[in-house]
């Protein structure tokens, strides 16, 4: 075998191995897989316990009266998210517009508290 030959076979076992840990990165992470996995945190989990059972729990916080949840992010001490507990197409949805509707980035400075509470 020439060292030209060696060359391109270390070369393609190098990029194999990339390869290789890239895809197992990419299946062996903590993040969810499914497109609506915070939905169904808050539709199927957040808003039933507090409803049924009075404790929010994965959430730290549901408020169905303003239609809001506080969830805990799983990374990071202090990563908290406001999400609304009805569906909302997107931050382009027409509804956000609506008088109706809560003013979620208001509610998320008012729930920094959590951040507090947690950091001191």
């Avoid at 404790?55 to 169905?64: A, L, Q």
Wanted: a neutral charge; hydrophobic letters at 40%.
């Amino acid at each position: 075998m020439t060292w030209q030959q060696i060359k391109y076979a270390l070369l393609l076992v190098i990029v194999i191995l990339v390869a290789a840990l890239g895809a197992w990165q990419y299946y062996n992470t903590s993040s969810p897989k499914h497109p609506d996995a915070l939905w169904r945190i808050v539709s199927e989990e957040c808003v039933p316990h507090q409803l049924q059972l009075g404790d929010p729990s994965p959430c730290s916080e549901v408020n169905t009266t303003a239609g809001y949840v506080v969830l805990k992010d799983l990374v990071g001490p202090l990563q908290f998210l406001l999400m609304p507990t009805e569906k909302i197409s997107g931050i382009e949805s027409p509804r956000l517009l609506s008088t109706s509707t809560s003013n979620f980035f208001y509610l998320a400075w008012q729930a920094r508290h959590f951040l507090s509470d947690r950091r001191g």
